[in-house]
Each structure stands twice: as C-alpha cells, then as structure tokens.
C-alpha cells in the first residue's frame, strides 16, 4: 500500500473517531468471507459501519484521550464497529450474530467516550434500547395522571349507575 494511501485511510479514519464516541473492537479471526458479507449487510440496514484497518494505521488515528487499555486492544486481527446513534443496538448485533455464528469476540470499546472492557460489553448488549427507556419513562409520568382522571371519573359513573338503578325499579 503506498504511503499516500496509508495517510488518507488515517485522516478518513480520525474523523471518524472524533464523529462517533461509540464504537467496539472486534476480532473477526474466525469468520469466513459469506459471514463477513452477511455482517456487513446487517450493519447497512441498521446505520452502522464496520471496517478491517491495519492496527498500525488505526494507532495512529486515535486520538491522545484515549485510555492505553484500548490501545492495547489493538492486536491480531481487529475490526471496528462504529454506532453514530444507537451503540447499545450495536452491542446487541454483535452479541447475536456472535452466538449464531460462534465467530466474533469483542476486545474492548469505547461507549459514549467510556472506555468498555470485553467483560461489560455482555451487560451493555443486555440493556434495553433508548427508545423502549423513553417509553417506559413516559409511561411512568402519564400513570399518575390517568389515575386522577379515573378519581374524578368515579363519582360520575357511580352516579349514573345509581340513577338506572332507580329508573329500573320505578
């Protein structure tokens, strides 16, 4: 590869880097060229991005803020999987294509700028998505509300049972 090329997949990779503060490093050692076409099709239709980069070339990309453990996390054969919105969804991809195909391990990561070790990668794809999180909390501030509503509603129904209840008998 020639150094003008080395130095343009660099710039293109840093600014990726600085446009996502989530993303996962992957080892995809054991995937075939059909999973790989798969993977990568399952990240197209769910907005993310997945890219094999030399670890020389990625080192040099990274900015100096982030922690040495990921830079460590650069060996062997390393793919990144950047999420520009949802990384949790992310998270959650990777883990089930892993399981169905036994060929992804997760190094390491960075979630919303925190450095994610392999260990919490599990907890982080076992949570919720962001919007199922809104709707359970918009749920939460509506139920006091609709309650009320039932309160004062109870007098009004009460009272027109009561009023077919005496119709019935006259």
């Known amino acids: 590869m020639k150094r003008v090329?080395?130095?343009?997949?660099?710039?293109?990779?840093?600014?990726?880097?600085?446009?996502?503060?989530s993303f996962y490093l992957v080892d995809f050692m054991k995937m075939s060229a059909a999973q790989a076409v798969e993977l990568r099709k399952l990240f197209r239709e769910n907005?993310?991005?997945f890219r094999v980069i030399k670890n020389?070339?990625?080192?040099?990309?990274?900015?100096?803020?982030?922690?040495?453990?990921?830079?460590?996390?650069?060996?062997?054969?390393?793919?990144?999987?950047?999420?520009f919105q949802n990384p949790v969804g992310l998270a959650r991809l990777i883990k089930e294509f892993s399981e169905?195909?036994?060929?992804?391990?997760?190094?390491?990561?960075?979630?919303?700028?925190?450095?994610?070790?392999p260990e919490r990668f599990t907890?982080?794809?076992?949570?919720?998505?962001?919007?199922?999180?809104?709707?359970?909390?918009?749920?939460l501030m509506v139920l006091p509300l609709i309650k009320l509503l039932r309160t004062w509603q109870a007098p009004l129904n009460n009272l027109s049972s009561l009023l077919s209840q005496l119709k019935t008998k006259k």
């Open 47 to 49: 907005f993310y991005s």
């Open 100 to 117: 169905q195909n036994k060929v992804l391990t997760v190094k390491a990561g960075m979630l919303e700028g925190q450095f994610l070790s």
């Open 56 to 83: 020389r070339l990625a080192l040099r990309a990274l900015r100096e803020e982030f922690p040495e453990d990921l830079k460590k996390c650069f060996q062997d054969s390393t793919a990144i999987a950047f999420a």
């Open 123 to 139: 907890e982080v794809a076992a949570l919720t998505s962001r919007e199922d999180l809104i709707a359970k909390i918009g749920n």
């Open 5 to 21: 090329d080395k130095e343009k997949q660099v710039k293109e990779l840093s600014e990726t880097f600085k446009s996502c503060d």
